[in-house]
């Protein structure tokens, strides 16, 4: 690579970086092509895609970014960064699924939210169900108390209605 060849992939990188919700810094060394084409189709699923560049250049992208130093001390190596773009857990999720099932993929850290995580808060991480499912968890929540209510006042309305009732059966 030329220096303007560098300079157009650490802009490029810097772009990707700055516009991801996270970042997994994985060790890939090992993984043939077509794991390494099954890692990205699965993780393109999850709205998450797999980033190979010379440690040295996503170093320089990255440099600027606030508390990323403890993460970019990491990259050394064969290292690959993926990327969550949107639903994170999900991300997390079909990555250490991926690392389970071929030990060649190795999760080293992660950076979310200005923090660098460990491999268990990437599987605390992982845990978490999808944005849509913890949406419907709230939706739910808020609709619990506003249906108690509608059934406490329908019981108001219906009560007197009730009362009268009895009241004809007995004549």
Do not use: W
């Amino acid at each position: 690579m030329n220096r303007h060849q560098k300079e157009i992939a650490v802009s490029d990188f810097k772009q990707i970086f700055s516009a991801a919700q996270a970042a997994f810094l994985v060790h890939y060394k090992g993984l043939n092509v077509a794991l390494m084409q099954d890692l990205r189709r699965k993780l393109r699923e999850a709205n998450g895609f797999f980033k190979v560049s010379k440690a040295n250049l996503m170093r320089i992208a990255v440099s600027d970014v606030k508390g990323i130093d403890r993460f970019k001390e990491q990259f050394k190596d064969q290292v690959g960064l993926v990327l969550a773009q949107k639903d994170v857990p999900t991300v997390a999720k079909k990555l250490t699924e991926f690392s389970k099932a071929h030990e060649s993929l190795k999760i080293m850290s992660g950076f979310f939210e200005f923090k660098v995580l460990g491999i268990q808060e990437i599987e605390a991480l992982a845990a978490l169900p999808s944005r849509e499912v913890l949406l419907a968890q709230v939706a739910g929540t808020v609709r619990a108390p506003l249906s108690a209510l509608v059934s406490v006042l329908n019981q108001v309305l219906c009560k007197p209605i009730y009362a009268i009732k009895q009241i004809a059966e007995k004549r």
